[in-house]
């Protein structure tokens, strides 16, 4: 094998992603993923700590635009207005050529209980970070924590109708409609509603 493929990273997560929904995640090794690579199983600890990695790594790269969203909202906006600017404007992190693999990844993730709850833990992180982003602007609580939660539930809501297999609406307008859903949620005469 060679020992510097270019496209190493790439080619480790699609031959795992291929192996966990072929296998099953547990029952896939590192060897095998790395084997199905054309790769070593030291080219693949140089990308990912674990075979957990292919499926969480990035983590950083995944918050980054939403924070960023809120850091650069027009002052004016309320709490939640900024966290609507931020999801939205961060749906550009999963542009239509990468829904094929998010499908794939979430059959992958709802298929092991232990994935789901990093799934779980991976969105909660986000939506800490967006209420101490929120509080950064001088949002107080609850409103930082209420208006973080929503956005990340809407972006969650969202995402998993966007991988739906016969969605081909792209993230952003998704995201739009459900905020709007969200609205009509609390629109007057809808309490108690049924």
Known sequence: MVRWQPGAKLRLQAAALELYASKGFEETTVTEIALAAG???RTFFRHFQDKREVLFGGHNAFQEP????????????SPLEVVISAIVGAADFFPEERRAYARQRQLVIDANP?????????????????????????????????????????????????????????????????????????????????
């Open 39 to 41: 790769l070593t199983e």
């Open 114 to 194: 232990g994935l789901q709850e990093r799934e779980l833990l991976k969105l909660a992180a986000l939506a800490t970070a967006l209420a101490d982003a929120l509080r950064n602007r001088g949002v107080a609580d609850p409103g930082a924590t209420l208006a973080a939660e929503s956005g990340v539930t809407v972006f969650r809501v969202s995402f998993a109708e966007w991988i739906s297999e016969n969605s081909i609406e792209p993230l952003e307008q998704i995201e739009r409609r459900i905020f709007g859903e969200l609205f009509s949620l609390t629109a007057p005469g809808r309490a108690g509603a049924r």
């Open 66 to 77: 939403y924070l960023s969203g809120v850091a650069t909202a027009a002052a004016q906006l």
